[in-house]
């Protein structure tokens, strides 16, 4: 079956630090691949995608992501991560290449020390 | 902006009663759909419209209605509410580069 999986219910760092969220999906082929942000009571904004070609994809607020067809990953990664990005993080994935409709992973809680 | 905008962003309903929740596109795209977000779980999505006059039954579709009358606008209803449908329910649309944007969503609770 068609899943996706965030295995990382919540997360903690310290600010500076690096960051690195978990995402992996079980599918046959290569389906396409989505991280979104979201802030408490706030809707979702698209941080970054991929659907072909280069496999580290760069995205908004220095975040980036890289695919590993091997492992069926689509990790997102900030190098150093600001206060501003405690949120909540979603990886959601494309199986239905006629509707383009997107699963979502279960969500990972990012928290922020200073 | 995502080009999505739902009403109401709040309610709160008692049991059995109904209510539409109404979302509308300010762009002129064909695909259109309904989530619902429920904590742990992620978003499931409740329906899909692919173009005006056609809509298809998503992952948990089980005590929801939707009409898709027109391009810019797709209502997702509630005929008898239950506390299960307590939820956040968000609305979006397919954009450009296949891109699916959300709305700011409506959070509902039913007692």
């Known amino acids: 079956a068609q899943s996706v999986t965030q295995p990382d ?3 903690t760092v310290s600010e500076g630090a690096s960051l690195e969220l978990r995402c992996n999906y079980s599918y046959g082929a290569t ?33 980036e992501a890289e695919f590993k067809r091997s492992q069926s990953s689509f990790n997102l990664r900030k190098p150093s991560v600001h206060w501003s990005d405690a949120a909540e993080y979603f990886c959601a994935v494309a199986f239905d290449t006629g509707r383009r409709a997107l699963t979502f992973g279960s969500g990972t809680r990012l928290q922020v020390q200073p | 902006n995502a080009g999505v905008t739902q009403t109401p962003k709040f309610q709160v309903l008692k049991t059995g ?16 759909y309904w989530y619902r977000q429920d904590p742990g779980m992620g978003l499931r999505l409740i329906y ?4 005006e006059g056609t809509t298809d039954k998503g992952e948990v579709p089980n005590g929801y209605n939707v009409s898709r009358l027109n391009k810019r606008e797709f209502s997702l209803r509630l005929e008898s ?23 700011e969503g409506s959070w509902l609770t039913v007692v």
Do not use: E
């Not at chain 1, 942000?37 to 994809?57: A, E, I, R, W």
């Not at chain 2, 899909?48 to 173009?51: L, N």
């Open chain 1, 9 to 11: 219910i919540h997360i």
């Open chain 1, 31 to 63: 389906p396409y691949l989505f991280w979104y942000v979201q802030s408490p009571g706030q809707g979702l904004q698209l941080l970054l995608k991929y659907f072909s070609g280069d496999t580290l994809v760069q995205g908004i607020k220095g975040f």
């Open chain 2, 17 to 32: 009663q109904s209510m539409t929740l109404q979302c509308a596109q300010d762009m002129n795209h064909n695909s259109m």
């Open chain 2, 48 to 51: 899909y419209s692919a173009s």
């Open chain 2, 81 to 103: 509410a239950a506390p299960s449908q307590t939820s956040v329910y968000f609305c979006a649309r397919r954009g450009g580069g296949n891109t699916i944007y959300f709305g």
